[in-house]
T-cell receptor, first 114, second 114 residues
Framework: EAGVAQSPRYKIIEKRQSVAFWCNPISGHATLYWYQQILGQGPKLLIQFQNNGVVDDSQLPKDRFSAERLKGVDSTLKIQPAKLEDSAVYLC????????????FGPGTRLTVT | AQTVTQSQPEMSVQEAETVTLSCTYDTSESDYYLFWYKQPPSRQMILVIRQEAYKQQNATENRFSVNFQKAAKSFSLKISDSQLGDAAMYFCAYGETSGSRLTFGEGTQLTVNP
């Protein structure tokens, strides 16, 4: 079974530029999550999708971050414009529905904003 | 809001010995899940073990076991017969039953000395 795929693995941009990250969850997993992990900290949930609907985006900075999950499969997380404090690893995870809370994580994208 | 605290930023253990990582959490809920995740330098978060709060029996998974003290809101991870491959950042996480949100601690960096 293929794991959660993410791209790119690394990205360096200047502040005020825009960037997008892509995630492909495990086949059959209806729930998809995006986490932000700042260096030295634990991951923080940004947004959670159930199929293609948003379940929780309470910690998403909506003035600059956006995310979508078309057709309930792949997802894209965008930052526009980026700030220095957005430098972090962005992790995508997926899980099955039906009460299973085991989240499977992708390798992450390391973003550096200069 | 739930909080998770890992009071040991770094721990070290000799190969083949036993080490215990500490975690405490704060919640007003009676039903929830607790997890330990491992994050090696590759950044891939890997589930180590999980515990349902309604179960009194402590979870075990091969060399990994937990000591779950619900009243004390404590959830420690014991690694027996430590191996070099166990070296990683370990995160304790709290999972809500009303949704799938995970709240992570700050992590404990485990070093295994040969």
């Amino acid at each position: 079974e293929a794991g959660v795929a993410q791209s790119p693995r690394y990205k360096i941009i200047e502040k005020r530029q825009s960037v997008a990250f892509w995630c492909n969850p495990i086949s059959g997993h209806a729930t998809l999550y995006w986490y932000q992990q700042i260096l030295g900290q634990g991951p923080k949930l940004l947004i959670q999708f159930q199929n293609n609907g948003v379940v929780d985006d309470s910690q998403l900075p909506k003035d600059r971050f956006s995310a979508e999950r078309l057709k309930g499969v792949d997802s894209t997380l965008k930052i526009q414009p980026a700030k220095l404090e957005d430098s972090a690893v962005y992790l995508c995870a997926s899980s099955k529905t039906g009460g299973s809370y085991e989240q499977y994580f992708g390798p992450g994208t390391r973003l550096t904003v200069t | 809001a739930q909080t998770v605290t890992q009071s040991q930023p770094e721990m070290s253990v000799q190969e083949a010995e036993t080490v215990t990582l500490s975690c405490t959490y704060d919640t007003s809920e009676s039903d929830y899940y607790l997890f330990w995740y491992k994050q090696p330098p590759s950044r891939q978060m890997i589930l180590v073990i999980r515990q349902e709060a309604y179960k009194q029996q402590n979870a075990t998974e091969n060399r990994f076991s937990v000591n779950f003290q619900k009243a004390a809101k404590s959830f420690s991870l014991k690694i027996s017969d430590s191996q070099l491959g166990d070296a990683a950042m370990y995160f304790c996480a709290y999972g809500e039953t009303s949704g799938s949100r995970l709240t992570f601690g700050e992590g404990t960096q485990l070093t295994v000395n040969p």
